[in-house]
């Protein structure tokens, strides 16, 4: 954590600020001077609203809502109560996936839950809420 006063009068906070160069879509910087914004502003955000639906055998279809600040979603399940606890969670998607829907085929017979997490050039969301739980059986 770092704190910086940029000579304005202002004073920076890293756990509230990104500060950086301004810079084009391409990278290249189009401003030398650094500019702080708020994190709020430009973090990824998690979906609001997340479902799955079992469709045949053990396939589950996941969709979402999106943000305006995700450029795309890394879904996620767990184990039926276990929402959010890390060691229970288990990545779906190794890149980001920027549609609102997503198919998880073969899942182990049990009782799931599923969600997502929003990204961006920022980083990665907090978790969504859980789905509603899902039961395959074998």
Do not use: H
């Not at 999106?66 to 929402?83: C, H, L, N, Q, R």
């Not at 190794?94 to 085929?105: I, N």
């Amino acid at each position: 954590s770092w704190r910086t006063d940029d000579g304005s009068g202002y004073v920076y906070d890293s756990t509230q600020y990104a500060v950086g160069y301004i810079r084009s879509e391409c990278g290249e910087s189009i401003d030398n001077e650094l500019v702080a914004f708020p994190l709020s502003s430009a973090c990824a955000k998690a979906p609001q609203t997340i479902s799955a639906k079992k469709l045949i055998g053990s396939t589950v279809s996941v969709t979402w809502s999106t943000d305006s600040k995700s450029e795309g979603y890394y879904i996620y399940m767990a184990p039926s109560g276990k929402w959010g606890q890390e060691a229970y969670m288990t990545l779906l998607t190794a890149t980001p996936v920027t549609g609102t829907t997503y198919k998880v085929k073969n899942v182990p017979a049990g009782t799931w839950q599923f969600g997502a997490t929003g990204e961006n050039c920022i980083g990665e969301s907090d978790y969504s809420k859980p789905s509603a739980s899902i039961t395959i059986k074998r």
